[in-house]
């Protein structure tokens, strides 16, 4: 069956260090990969996008890496921030089609 | 990027009953999509709204239970029709930019009693 699994329980880590995020998939063949914060009561936001021929994308603090390979994504938040806190989603656009299909979330609290 | 906005907000139902959820987005997006998230569970893809034609549905969701409408490339409505405890969710639309980049609305939070 298709899966998309992310860190199984909440993060906590203290400000200042790098936040470190999965994301494992089985049964898809995603051309691209996403991610997205959320926060408590509003729709998620999109963060960046890594398509399959690329191994890193950085934006600012963040970081993905994209293993088709290993069928994993790899989401890094450095000098992290409680402004930080939020749910990160993983979503896989698959090559077919335009749907996207989204990850179990993990929950990320930056402790001051 | 896009604003998409919702309505309504909220809303409590009385089993039996049909709610319709208005998502309207301020420019023109390629595609809409409408999502389910339960309570601290991850989105789950309904369906596709299509301008014109009839939503593609994805398995486990069906056009009689939550029909969907798209009259132009900024508006669609999704109907939770016929509804159970089981649909209280918070309910999701988005627009897609371009072929990847997606915005959604601030939800519709469903509660059936």
């Known amino acids: 069956s298709q899966k998309i699994e992310q860190n199984s329980e909440a993060l906590n880590i203290q400000e200042g260090k790098t936040a470190t995020l999965t994301c494992n998939y089985t049964n898809y063949s995603p051309a691209y990969l996403q991610w997205y914060r959320q926060d408590p009561g509003r729709g998620p936001v999109f963060l960046l996008l890594?398509?399959?021929?690329?191994k890193e994308k950085r934006k600012e603090r963040l970081k993905v890496t994209f293993d088709t390979t290993l069928k994993q994504s790899l989401f890094h938040i450095t000098a992290s921030q409680p402004a930080d806190s939020a749910t990160y989603l993983c979503?896989?656009?698959?090559?077919?089609?335009?749907?996207?299909?989204f990850g179990t979330g993990t929950s990320l609290t930056v402790i001051p | 990027s896009a604003v998409i906005s919702q309505k309504p907000s909220r809303d409590i139902c009385q089993r039996g009953t049909s709610l319709t959820i208005q998502c309207q987005v301020d420019?023109?997006?390629?595609?809409m999509f409408w999502y389910r998230q339960q309570p601290g569970q991850s989105l789950t893809l309904i369906a596709t709204a299509n301008q014109g034609s009839e939503a593609t549905y994805e398995s486990g969701f069906v056009i009689d239970k939550f029909p969907i409408s798209r009259p132009n490339l900024t508006f669609s409505t999704l109907t939770v029709s016929n509804m159970s405890p089981e649909d209280s969710s918070i309910y999701l639309c988005?627009?897609?930019?371009?072929?990847?980049?997606?915005?959604f609305g601030p939800g519709t939070r469903l509660t059936v009693l």
């Open positions: 979503a896989l656009g698959e090559r077919t089609g335009n749907q996207f299909y």
């Open positions: 420019s023109q997006v390629t595609m």
């Open positions: 890594i398509r399959e021929n690329e």
């Open positions: 988005s627009g897609l930019r371009g072929y990847n980049e997606q915005f």
